[in-house]
């Protein structure tokens, strides 16, 4: 037998039983994976990160953010696009005022993983105060 590898089947029976419980559904899994896939794309990260320091922005404004700050230039197209991923991934919300397209972050999780992700971060980004990053821009 490997030596990586356990010799006895189970050591702890009830936490085994109860981790395999709370486990998340097969569903709720692949989510999961699909947000991160999402996350890997450093457009849409900038765009979390926007969102993460406003109410809400439209894609015009969205837009000009994103291209700014040493990333490429970003067209409007291309930012729409990433949004509409993300608004099917559950992450961002949206709401049309005429003709002008306003999105926020979702809920307070994503919002939590924005903050994970960049670290850092003072606690104003949690009472929807703009959000800093100490040592660094983001």
Known sequence: MSTDMCEV????????????????????????????????????LRLLAALARAEELCVCDLTLIVGAGGGPTVSESAVSHALRGLRLAG????????????????????????????GGIDGAVASGAPMTVTGKSA
């Open 9 to 44: 089947r189970c050591i702890d029976a009830p936490t085994v039983t109860r981790v395999r419980a709370e486990m998340p559904s097969g569903a709720a899994v692949a989510l999961a994976a699909e947000r991160l896939k999402l996350l890997g794309d450093p457009t849409r």
């Open 91 to 118: 992450m961002v919300a949206y709401r049309k005022q005429r003709k002008v397209a306003y999105y926020r972050l979702a809920d307070a999780p994503t919002r939590q993983l924005v903050v994970d992700l960049f």
